[in-house]
């Protein structure tokens, strides 16, 4: 790009065409104030704040830096008489309309105006003009405060909802001094569509759109903050925590992750409860002969576990042994716990909640398109002209995902939206297809079936980048429309049109949001899933791609670092004899043979009383989708059930022994989010209880004590030995961005599933279509 | 008035279904109905695929347009400087004494709307009142008077 100089304050700074002036300035380092401007977000100059002066021959004007672009020989002050002048009037009209209650204010220590005037020392009374009087706490909103009389009128909350989150609530009514920030209508925020994503309320620079946790209790200044990776969801967004005491008090969202680049939802944002409330799990305890649960210390409880379960073992019994994992752990807690299931305990019944639904994912992709997880970025994702969403309530379930999707719409992105359900992205939607729930096969095939039969498909593509083709064509010859059409639920004019929105643009993204509670899909229907991507040419770019979300947070990781009954860490199939070997070097244990069990066959084999002894590992057997006196019965069944938790849940009524386990927000360790992003997790809060990792090394070292770890760190390292996509990663190289599996060697990550360009590289399999 | 769906619809083909024409169909649809009916609006956004709280700030940036249902005649008194001066505020305090109606307001049947506005550019006959924009100049208390009359037998 072209390079322009200019002068700043008599200083020569070069920088690149088309750049504004506010970024020379930062470039060079030197300060220039802002109000209205956000780096993350379009430009506005709706304060003028950020005046400078440009000198020409003779004269001079004020320009806002934010918004003025750089010309070559430009001359700036920022810091003249005249520039001076204007903000410190900009300041004192900003003031003028102000309540200037910064003793009371929730925004004090973090107001940008409250900086603006004291930096520029500016007070109140300059000018006597008309106030605004609006009443305070106006919205009942139950999570944001609203007190418009502190507005700025800077619209950045307008450009959050809109740009960020797509909602479009906040609005500007009125012109001159009546204008105001409101919604369509003056109705209240909910009512208004208002999406509790809590964007406006970190990008408002004073306290008129606040949040309600903290207000009045916590100053700033007495809060810390530290950020990690939010494990709710497959996202993995940067959250920033700002914690008082072992309390949340609010989460805001961290710009520096290109995986959510400071955008939150409302479970990131506003779901603490669980971390600050009253079912937080804090005592270690143990069931007495009476049959009640007693306190003890943890290395007792620790002991008492370790010694049945080696007991078990030492009988022979091994496959009456279960681990199950939630959905939030770290990719080393993942990682001790099927280290402790197979080379402790000596079975393959390991698994995580969203196991059985990720398995399918992996297999079905990996063998079509060399890659077993979501092809592409979150980011990509908006680059798509169209759009096929399934299989989950996206903005509620992975929102990032789902702000993509509508960037993308805003971008002339058409929008197809399957779901049995009415679901958060309607409104965005060009055609929601109300298909039978568990039917997505039979839609994607019928979209195959569309583009093969009006050849909508992308020739040049296939013939440069596929194999067997044909092995396809005459699998789907066989496969009737009007039956697909039956399955759906949707008439054969229906799928047919719908095929032929979603052929007509590309590069066309297919999204799926693997729901857990729905039966989980094949790997066949992932297999179609790249099928139709394939035909469409919309593989291995920006845009395109199979995109399948990721169930809970941390999914990935615990698929990677095998955490499931048919894979080791880096999916070496389980009784695999190479496995075998390379792990009894690496560890020093046997291993078990073949696959074990999967949760819900833990479940029936606990039913029939043949699995015995059950670990729990943050996870709440009742909210698994089992009906709950199938878990009942299951659970009274056991003879050991250990229950490790950092809230209570109702299994603890049949624990035997319960281990209370730090939030994730307390972790060390790394997270793999659905873009296939690997995080580091820092903690941000002392929870006063171990973490995940301690106590299952503490029982791994008891059952085994050559098999334990030193610490987190190593247990990364001895990981990623196993794990080819993780070739040699040296976790102090990561940085805050993440890395994206595969890594190569030399520790670059990869954003997306390539193209098979070079010579000899395998090509995309197509594989025959299945009912 | 009732707003008919319908009628909505016609507008916006008129004028073809697209962002561009969106002040050409909110001023239609506010010339047809004295104000614009909050199912209009909503229609309109729905068509032309623009977010609904934008087309709110666009209806009440403009002056012309109006959220709250309006008069079939509007009244405008001017009250410019050369107008105070002559008199304004004596049309205003005769208007409401003889219709009950003060700047801003509509009377219940839906006939009237009584509206201030700042200097029509004939201030050498000033006072001037507007009715449905044709100009009425040299006003006094008395004349007033008589327009009320008028309009009030206009509207039977
Ligand atoms: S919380 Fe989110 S959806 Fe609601 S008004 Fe703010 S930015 Fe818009
Ligand atoms: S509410 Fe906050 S973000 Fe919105 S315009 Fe006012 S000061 Fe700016
Ligand atoms: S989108 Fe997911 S990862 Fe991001 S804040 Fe929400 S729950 Fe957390
Ligand atoms: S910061 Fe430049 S105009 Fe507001
Ligand atoms: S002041 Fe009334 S016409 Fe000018």
Redesign the pocket.
């Known amino acids: 790009m072209a390079k322009i100089t200019l002068k700043i304050n008599g200083q020569d700074v070069q920088v690149d065409e088309g750049s504004t002036i506010l970024q020379a300035a930062k470039e060079a380092g030197i300060y220039v104030p802002t109000l209205c401007y956000h780096p993350f977000l379009p430009l506005e100059e709706a304060c003028r704040i950020c005046v400078v002066e440009e000198v020409r021959r003779g004269w001079s004007t004020l320009v806002a830096a934010c918004v003025f672009p750089v010309r070559q020989g430009m001359v700036i002050e920022t810091d003249s008489e005249m520039v001076n002048e204007s903000r410190r009037t900009i300041l004192e009209l900003l003031l003028s309309d102000h309540p200037n209650a910064c003793m009371t204010c929730q925004a004090t220590g973090e107001c940008e105006l409250q900086d603006l005037a004291y930096r520029f020392q500016v007070t109140a009374g300059a000018y006597q003009g008309q106030r605004h009087k609006y009443p305070v706490d106006s919205d009942p909103h139950p999570l944001l405060h609203i007190d418009m009389n502190k507005c700025v009128l800077c619209r950045r909350c307008i450009r959050a909802c809109h740009d960020i989150q797509g909602a479009d609530i906040w609005t500007k009514v009125g012109r001159g001094f009546n204008q105001r920030i409101s919604t369509a209508f003056e109705l209240p925020l909910l009512d208004a569509g208002c999406e509790s994503c809590g964007h406006c309320a970190d990008f408002c620079p004073v306290d008129a759109i606040g949040v309600r946790s903290g207000r009045g209790e916590v100053r700033p200044w007495n809060a810390v903050s530290g950020s990690t990776?939010?494990?709710?969801?497959?996202?993995?967004?940067l959250?920033q925590y700002q914690v008082a005491g072992d309390k949340v008090v609010r989460?805001r969202?961290d710009f520096r992750s290109p995986?959510?680049r400071g955008?939150?939802?409302?479970?990131?944002?506003f779901?603490f409860d669980f971390i600050n409330g009253p079912q937080r799990l804090t005592e270690t305890l143990v069931r007495g002969e009476s049959g009640e649960l007693k306190p003890v210390a943890l290395a007792e409880a620790i002991e008492t576990t370790a010694k049945a379960l080696s007991e078990v073992r030492d009988a022979g019994e091994s496959a009456s042994i279960g681990i199950i994992a939630g959905g939030m752990l770290a990719n080393e807690d993942y990682y001790a716990a099927q280290k402790l299931a197979r080379g402790g305990l000596f079975t393959n019944n390991i698994d995580h909640v969203s196991g059985p639904w990720q398995l399918p994912v992996y297999e079905g992709l990996s063998t079509s398109l060399g890659l077993g997880a979501m092809t592409n970025s979150l980011e990509d994702l908006s680059q798509a002209r169209s759009i096929l969403v399934m299989g989950s309530n996206t903005l509620e379930k992975?929102?990032?995902a789902a702000l993509k999707v509508r960037a993308a719409v805003r971008g002339g992105a058409k929008l197809l939206l399957a779901h049995p359900r009415e679901v958060g992205l309607g409104k965005d939607a060009k055609m929601q297809l109300a298909i039978q729930p568990g039917s997505e096969d039979a839609l994607v095939l019928a979209f195959i079936k569309t583009i093969l039969d009006q050849k909508l498909y992308d020739e040049a593509f296939l013939e440069a980048y596929t194999q067997d083709f044909d092995k396809l064509v005459r699998s789907m010859e066989k496969v009737e429309l009007a039956e697909l059409a039956e399955k759906t639920g949707l008439s054969a004019a229906v799928l047919t049109e719908a095929a032929q929105m979603y052929a007509a643009q590309r590069p066309a993204c297919l999204i799926y949001g693997l729901e857990t509670g729905a039966a989980a899909l094949n790997e066949t229907f992932y297999r179609m899933c790249a099928a139709l991507q394939l035909l469409l040419g919309s593989v291995g770019m920006a845009g395109g791609g199979v995109n399948v979300l990721g169930a809970a947070?941390n999914a990935q990781g615990a698929a990677d670092f095998g955490a499931w009954p048919k894979y080791l860490p880096g999916y070496r199939p389980a009784g695999q004899s190479g496995t075998k070997k390379m792990i009894a070097k690496l560890w020093g244990a046997e291993l078990p043979g073949a696959a074990g069990l999967s949760w819900p066959e833990m479940f029936e084999a606990m039913e029939k009383g043949t699995l015995t002894c059950l670990y729990l590992i943050g996870v709440d057997p009742f909210s698994v989708g089992i009906a709950p006196n199938k878990v009942e019965a299951a659970l009274a069944r056991l003879k050991l059930l250990i229950v490790q938790d950092c809230r209570k849940t109702r299994a603890l009524d049949f624990a035997h022994v319960v281990l209370p386990a730090a939030p994730f927000i307390a972790k060390q360790g790394t997270a793999i989010?659905c873009e296939r992003r690997l995080q580091k997790l820092e903690p941000v809060v002392r929870s006063g209880v171990a973490g995940d990792f301690e106590l299952i090394n503490g029982i791994l070292k008891a059952v085994n004590e050559s098999l334990a770890f030193t610490g987190v760190d190593q247990a990364f390292a001895e990981a990623v030995q196993l794990h080819k996509d993780l070739d040699n990663l040296n976790l102090a190289a990561v940085t805050v961005e993440g890395v994206q599996l595969p890594v190569s060697p030399e520790g670059s990550g990869t954003e997306r599933l390539g193209l098979p360009l070079e010579e000899g590289k395998a090509k995309f399999k197509f594989y025959a279509a299945r009912m | 008035m009732d707003c008919n769906i319908q009628e909505v619809d016609a507008i916006i083909e008129q004028w073809g279904a697209k962002p561009d024409s969106l002040l050409q169909i909110m001023l239609d649809i506010n010339h047809r109905y004295h104000y614009l009916p909050k199912e209009s609006v909503k229609r309109v956004a729905e068509r032309l695929e623009m977010p609904l709280n934008q087309l709110f700030s666009v209806a009440t940036f403009f002056k012309v347009f109006s959220l709250v249902p309006r008069g079939r005649t509007i009244v405008h008194i001017c009250t410019g400087t050369a107008c105070h001066v002559k008199g304004a505020p004596k049309l205003l305090d005769r208007f409401e004494k003889d219709l009950k109606l003060r700047p801003g307001e509509t009377t219940a049947d839906l006939a009237l709307t009584l509206e201030t506005v700042n200097c029509v550019g004939a201030c050498s006959a000033a006072p001037v009142v507007l009715v449905d924009g044709v100009t009425h100049t040299e006003m006094s208390a008395n004349k007033i008077s008589k327009l009320a009359k008028e309009l009030k037998a206009q509207e039977g």
């Open positions: 990776v939010c494990l709710q969801c497959a996202c993995g967004c959250a989460v969202g995986a959510n955008a939150l939802c409302k479970l990131g944002r779901n992975q929102a990032i947070g989010n």
